[in-house]
């Protein structure tokens, strides 16, 4: 929901840090991939209780992802198989940050953990499958004209999930409840993204229906 927003704000901000990265030779898919390994760092520290320590690792995380796209765009590396290690990199992280959180405390955060897992995995499906018959039917991308792929907005989208991810580091005590209203949150995101994909897709077809009927 507020990916349109803040995305606008941040993209000028990566600008100067990009153009230092493509004087060094790095590429944007290895940054994603070093991007990847730093979140990932994020699971033991939070399975140890080292909340802080995660939420650095995180940040970091977020900070070189938004990095490795407009990297990618700066230096003209764009590209289907760059879009493609990007999202599949970022929905393992997303769904191992609730992962760290249920080893901290599998008693108390284990049945939060998986129901937030689970809308996870409808939020990610939905999205991505959508974004495959966008493709087919060559929607246009309004919103986010820079993405490799389809954006299809929802209640929980990237900025929303950071958010909580930082909440949790901070209110670790509290796993359960944040959790469990998000997974919430993202219900309603699946039910809205099936919803209006599935009505955009028909429309789309039957447009090309009556198209062809006319053309024949």
Same mark, same amino acid.
């Given at each position: 929901?507020?990916? %349109?927003?803040?995305?606008?704000?941040? %993209?000028?901000?990566?600008?100067?840090?990009?153009?230092?990265i493509?004087?060094s030779?790095? +590429?944007?898919? =290895?940054?994603?991939?070093?991007?990847?390994?730093?979140g990932?760092? *994020?699971?033991?520290?939070?399975?140890?209780?080292?909340?802080?320590?995660?939420?650095?690792?995180?940040?970091?995380?977020?900070?070189?992802?938004? @990095?490795?796209?407009?990297?990618? /765009?700066?230096?003209?590396?764009?590209?289907?198989?760059?879009? $493609?290690?990007? !999202?599949?990199?970022?929905?393992?992280?997303?769904?191992?940050?609730?992962?760290?959180?249920?080893?901290?405390?599998?008693? =108390?955060?284990?049945?939060?953990?998986?129901? @937030?897992?689970?809308?996870?995995?409808?939020?990610?499906?939905? $999205?991505?499958?959508?974004?495959?018959?966008?493709?087919? $039917? %060559?929607?246009?991308?309004? =919103?986010?004209?820079? %993405?490799?792929?389809?954006? @299809?907005n929802g209640?929980?989208?990237? +900025?929303? +999930? !950071?958010?909580?991810?930082?909440?949790?580091?901070?209110?670790? =005590?509290?796993?359960?409840?944040?959790?469990?209203? $998000?997974?919430?949150?993202? *219900? !309603?995101?699946?039910?809205? /993204?099936?919803?209006?994909?599935?009505?955009? @897709?028909?429309?789309?077809?039957?447009?090309?229906?009556?198209?062809e *009927? +006319?053309?024949?």
């Amino acid at each position: 929901m507020l990916d %349109k927003f803040v995305t606008p704000i941040i %993209k000028p901000l990566l600008t100067p840090v990009v153009m230092l990265i493509n004087k060094s030779g790095i +590429t944007a898919n =290895q940054l994603t991939v070093f991007g990847f390994l730093v979140g990932m760092f *994020a699971v033991p520290l939070l399975a140890f209780e080292m909340w802080y320590g995660a939420l650095i690792a995180i940040a970091l995380n977020r900070i070189l992802d938004g @990095l490795d796209g407009a990297l990618a /765009r700066y230096a003209n590396q764009s590209s289907s198989a760059g879009g $493609f290690l990007d !999202i599949t990199l970022d929905f393992l992280f997303y769904a191992a940050i609730p992962l760290g959180f249920i080893l901290a405390n599998p008693a =108390q955060n284990a049945i939060a953990g998986a129901i @937030l897992l689970a809308t996870f995995i409808g939020t990610g499906s939905s $999205f991505l499958a959508f974004a495959i018959a966008a493709e087919k $039917f %060559k929607l246009d991308k309004p =919103q986010f004209k820079y %993405k490799s792929f389809y954006y @299809l907005n929802g209640l929980t989208e990237g +900025t929303e +999930t !950071i958010a909580l991810f930082v909440a949790f580091c901070i209110w670790p =005590q509290h796993f359960a409840i944040m959790a469990s209203l $998000f997974a919430a949150a993202c *219900a !309603i995101t699946i039910f809205t /993204r099936i919803y209006g994909g599935y009505h955009t @897709l028909k429309q789309q077809e039957a447009n090309i229906s009556k198209t062809e *009927a +006319t053309n024949g």
